[in-house]
């Protein structure tokens, strides 16, 4: 006895350990419930037949599992024309039991029962005799039961199991009329076969399931993550919605500037006449037209394939770097290469073009925007 309180009791501190260290979900007082029943049948232990001498048994048991590994359950079984008494039952047995999962002890929980289990029972529980009014009085007495439990955990949810249980019950003290010791002669082989049912847990399971433990501090730092995140977020939206607007601009104005007009100023001197101007400009030193400036020569030269009549002069201008004599020839070299461009790539005559060097320019007040040649239109 002392030995079997003292397993009970190193099981409970066991318990108590595990399920401080493991996070679960579903371990309330009302999860992890089962309740099954029993078929089989008891056969002696020694000096019988094994199947000659089994008879029937049936039975009811109810369980609560505290940790996916340790469980606690509560069993009643009765058995049939064990002794010679007529009642319906000849013995009952009601025991509390300790369950323990082999599989999850010594392989730990994944966090979904197994396909197939080993379950350990052990307990202890009243015995008691049935015997008619003829025989006497019933009898009581003490009983341990050890054996093991095969369980095949069925379906996806595992919210059935069907198990094989032997199992060895001891009559401890032989009806009450002798010491409590462990006798094989006071002993029966109890072999059944349970259907068991599991209550749907608090978490929407029928079993234990694995959650990750966070602390405050992991929380917090978790929040504040999201938030900078979000904020970020906020700001990249309101970037793109700028960047968008920017380009709804761009492509406004770049198509106002396409079906605009040439633009047409009225001579200060004749108002008679219409004057069309375009200015190229070069870089620093340069003589050569820039693919930038190519428009600004097109509008010219469809203006005069569209004006027969019509002439242009090109004035060449330099900014005031370098000496004077140089920013007098490259003032001249960029008209003639407008001019050039004018004759050779859009075919207009060389007749109708007046290019002239007018060396420094001094229209801008910054310098180097005077880098320039101008065509004015002279319509006739």
């Known amino acids: 006895m002392k030995k079997i309180f003292a397993g009970l009791l190193l ?6 350990h595990v399920s401080g260290q493991t996070a679960l979900e579903g371990n309330k007082f009302s999860d992890n419930w089962s309740i099954g029943i029993n078929v089989g049948g008891v056969t002696p ?27 606690l359950g509560f069993e009643a079984m009765g058995y049939f024309n064990t002794t010679k008494s007529k009642t319906a039952f ?10 323990v999962n082999l599989n999850n002890l010594f392989g730990g929980y994944n966090g979904i029962p197994r396909s197939f289990e080993i379950e350990a029972v052990a307990g202890i529980g009243w015995m008691h005799y049935y015997v008619g009014r003829n025989m006497g009085e019933d009898q009581n007495g003490m009983s341990t039961k050890l054996g093991l439990n095969f369980n095949f955990n069925l379906g996806e949810s595992k919210a059935w199991t069907l198990a094989l249980k032997p199992a060895l019950v001891y009559d401890m003290n032989s009806m009450g009329t002798k010491p409590v010791y462990f006798h ?3 002993a029966v082989w109890e072999i059944s076969a349970g259907f068991v049912y599991h209550f749907r847990c608090s978490n929407g399971e029928h079993h234990f399931t694995k959650v990750r433990p966070y602390d405050q501090s992991e929380f917090d730092a978790l929040n504040a993550q999201i938030n900078q995140l979000r904020s970020e977020l906020e700001r990249n939206d309101n970037v793109l919605q700028d960047a968008n607007q920017k380009v709804i601009d761009l492509e406004t104005a770049l198509e106002e500037y396409k079906n605009r007009e040439p633009k047409i100023v009225k001579d200060t001197i004749d108002n008679s006449k219409k004057t ?8 620093q030193g340069r003589i050569t037209i820039d693919n930038s400036q190519l428009p600004n020569v097109e509008r010219i030269a469809i203006y005069l394939r ?8 090109i004035k060449g201008y330099a900014s005031p770097e370098g000496s004077e004599e140089l920013n007098e020839r ?12 004018l004759v050779n790539k859009y075919g207009i005559s060389k007749e109708r ?12 007040e910054e310098p180097d925007w005077n880098r320039v040649s101008i065509c004015t239109i002279n319509s006739k």
């Open 11 to 16: 099981s409970g501190i066991a318990i108590c």
């Open 45 to 71: 232990l020694t000096h019988h037949s094994f199947f000659k001498n089994m008879r029937s048994a049936v039975g009811v048991h109810v369980s609560k599992h505290l940790t996916p590994t340790f469980g």
């Open 90 to 99: 000849d013995e009952s047995n009601v025991s509390l039991l300790g369950l």
């Open 184 to 186: 094989s002669g006071r």
């Open 276 to 283: 069309l101007e375009s200015v190229i400009t070069f870089r």
């Open 306 to 313: 569209n004006h027969k009549e019509a002439g242009v002069v």
């Open 330 to 341: 490259i003032a001249r070299q960029r008209a003639e290469a407008v001019q050039k461009m």
């Open 353 to 364: 073009i007046v290019a002239e060097g007018q060396g420094i320019g001094y229209m801008f």
